[in-house]
């Protein structure tokens, strides 16, 4: 495929797509297909129309939550950064340089900014390293400028608590505009002016550890976390901005673990 030539079609598809996503995903989906002349994304083709094949899918469901629930600009560079930049452009290069290489080369990349945190959560192995250890901006950027050489387009922070370095994950997210960036994060640190930076920089999305209702998040996170952790993610669904949860089984919570993330859904407006 013509890397360059597919990520315009697409671009302009995307205006055709917004107008009536349910109606017209399943002809984007035939255009991919004639793009796709060499076969380089058919696994990914595949995955995807088996998704959209059935309505009744969650995946699908997801995928059309994202006209409702989310930031029209938010959405417009998810689909710039995570389907044109991370897969169409990124995918075919990626393969190119495993075989030139002969080694892998990651679809994605996860670093730790810090092992600094602002909870002590039982059986956390962050804990261990204590919070003296982080990575510099210019190196975190470095990894990137790199990445991206490679076809890489897509960053996930872990730790510690990534956003103790929210102004420089907010530096980064800004200066590699063409990137989708996420984070494993405990969300006590999301709050109003945070959220209205990821509204302004469009390319960052967080994933919020929780471990159940108030008394399993409580048990493992320290007292008070659950009520932090919804009220940022009311702050985010208030603002249209996407996140996604983070959740760890234990013998604790296996039986709540399902049902606050069922309920989270609800509250969130989505069918």
């Given at each position: 495929?013509?890397?360059?030539?597919?990520?315009?079609?697409?671009?302009l598809?995307?205006s055709?797509?917004d107008?009536?996503p349910?109606k017209?995903i399943p002809?984007?989906?035939?255009?991919?297909?004639r793009?796709?002349k060499k076969n380089?994304m058919?696994g990914?083709?595949?995955?995807?129309?088996?998704?959209i094949?059935d309505k009744d899918n969650n995946?699908?469901k997801?995928?059309l939550?994202?006209w409702?629930?989310?930031?029209?600009?938010?959405?417009k560079a998810f689909f710039?950064?995570?389907?044109v930049?991370?897969?169409?452009?990124?995918w075919?290069?990626?393969?190119?340089?495993?075989?030139?290489?002969?080694?892998n080369?990651?679809?994605a990349?996860?670093m730790?900014p810090t092992s600094?945190c602002?909870?002590?959560?039982?059986?956390?192995?962050a804990?261990?390293y204590?919070?003296?250890?982080?990575?510099?901006?210019?190196?975190?950027?470095s990894?990137i400028?790199?990445g991206?050489?490679?076809g890489?387009?897509?960053y996930l922070?872990?730790g510690?608590e990534p956003l103790?370095?929210?102004?420089?994950?907010l530096r980064l997210c800004?200066k590699?505009?063409?990137?989708?960036?996420?984070?494993?994060t405990n969300g006590?640190?999301?709050?109003?002016a945070?959220?209205?930076?990821?509204?302004?920089?469009?390319?960052?999305?967080p994933?919020?550890?929780?471990?159940?209702?108030?008394a399993e998040t409580?048990?493992?996170?320290g007292?008070g976390?659950?009520?932090?952790?919804v009220?940022?993610?009311?702050i985010l669904?208030?603002?249209k901005?996407a996140f996604?949860?983070?959740c760890?089984?234990?013998?604790?919570?296996v039986d709540s673990?399902?049902?606050?993330?069922?309920?989270?859904?609800?509250h969130?407006?989505?069918?």
């Amino acid at each position: 495929m013509n890397s360059q030539i597919s990520s315009i079609a697409l671009k302009l598809a995307y205006s055709y797509l917004d107008s009536d996503p349910e109606k017209n995903i399943p002809k984007l989906m035939r255009w991919v297909d004639r793009l796709d002349k060499k076969n380089e994304m058919k696994g990914q083709r595949e995955a995807v129309r088996k998704v959209i094949g059935d309505k009744d899918n969650n995946w699908y469901k997801l995928i059309l939550s994202m006209w409702d629930d989310v930031d029209p600009g938010v959405r417009k560079a998810f689909f710039k950064n995570f389907i044109v930049n991370a897969s169409v452009i990124g995918w075919p290069k990626q393969e190119k340089l495993r075989a030139e290489k002969n080694c892998n080369i990651p679809w994605a990349i996860l670093m730790d900014p810090t092992s600094a945190c602002n909870l002590k959560c039982t059986g956390c192995w962050a804990a261990e390293y204590g919070n003296r250890l982080s990575m510099s901006y210019e190196t975190l950027d470095s990894i990137i400028r790199q990445g991206k050489a490679m076809g890489v387009f897509f960053y996930l922070y872990s730790g510690g608590e990534p956003l103790i370095r929210k102004k420089d994950i907010l530096r980064l997210c800004e200066k590699h505009n063409d990137c989708t960036f996420a984070a494993f994060t405990n969300g006590t640190l999301i709050d109003e002016a945070f959220a209205d930076e990821m509204l302004r920089v469009k390319n960052f999305f967080p994933a919020i550890s929780i471990e159940g209702f108030e008394a399993e998040t409580d048990s493992r996170r320290g007292q008070g976390t659950y009520q932090a952790v919804v009220r940022a993610m009311e702050i985010l669904k208030r603002k249209k901005l996407a996140f996604g949860t983070s959740c760890c089984y234990t013998s604790h919570n296996v039986d709540s673990i399902g049902k606050v993330c069922l309920v989270l859904h609800l509250h969130s407006g989505r069918g």
